[in-house]
């Protein structure tokens, strides 16, 4: 295993914090405690500067500065994990996965498999594709991803002071 791997995420709020608690943080400490990653929960929203005022006002930005963190910038691997998601008992082990020095990123599209997301997304009257879902919003994207930036992995000391 390299030398530091964190796992982290970000609760802020009493109710949340409760809720996250019984419901989200035990498969998330058992991963953490079967790899032998550090566990970090922030408490607070981390606030950048030079993010637009409306970032500032989401606590959700604060997944982006987690990396450029004085604690874990010396870290050689960190998998941000949004605070209501359940982590698989059989989730692989994160620093085993071979990035090439990119940042990791979620298939929101590919969640359980493409075919089974086109199937809900049908029966529930939804889009039936990323291109549709991205233009709801105005955009014209071309592919079939859709990124979930509820879990990503990177490597601090490359990506934390560009995702800052």
Known sequence: MPDRCIVATV???DRYRRTHRLAFAPSLERYAARHGYELLVIGEPLVAAHAPSSANDESGYSRYLIASLP???GASRLMYVDADMIVSPTAPAFHELELGGRIGVVDEWAQPTCERRV???LAHGFEASPREYYA???FDVVGDTMVNAGMFVCEPRRH???LA
Request: glycine residues 20%; without cysteine; hydrophobic residues 45%.
């Open 11 to 13: 609760v802020v709020g």
């Open 160 to 162: 934390g002071s560009w």
């Open 136 to 138: 709801l919003a105005g």
């Open 71 to 73: 604690e874990v910038a």
């Open 119 to 121: 199937e809900y997304q």
